[in-house]
């Protein structure tokens, strides 16, 4: 079965941090590129961070560049994003996606990813 599962969400304090995982079976993983995007109540999902398959490339969202580091384990078939100095605003619920474009601009898109997980709640209390 091809699926990817998120791990990690939870409830934080403004400033802390969180390691979210992404899980992926079924599928060719380590030939695609993997994408993080979130979505908070009442707005439209949008891009975090990207990986490229060989993890020599990564993309991110101005708003998270400096705060959040995307990385892969091929070994274990997962991607991590890890979220440091986490504010208010960080809260959403965050996805990661698998795409087989290479990483640039196009894999900003949600619609150039091909397979999804489910989601996992990132809380940041103020």
């Known amino acids: 079965q091809v699926q990817l599962v998120e791990s990690g969400g939870g409830l934080v304090q403004a400033g802390g941090s969180l390691r979210l995982s992404c899980a992926a079976s079924g599928f060719t993983f380590s030939s695609y590129s993997v994408g993080w995007f979130r979505q908070a109540p009442g707005k439209e999902r949008e891009f975090v961070a990207t990986i490229s398959w060989s993890g020599g490339s990564t993309l991110y969202a101005d708003s998270v560049k400096v705060r959040f580091a995307i990385s892969r384990d091929k070994t274990k078939n997962t991607v991590y994003l890890q979220m440091n100095s986490l504010k208010a605003e960080d809260t959403a619920v965050y996805y990661c996606?698998?795409?087989?474009?290479?990483?640039?601009?196009?894999?900003?898109?949600?619609?150039?990813?091909?397979?999804w997980g489910q989601g996992t709640q990132v809380t940041v209390s103020s």
């Open positions: 996606a698998a795409s087989l474009w290479p990483v640039g601009s196009g894999t900003q898109r949600a619609s150039a990813y091909e397979i």
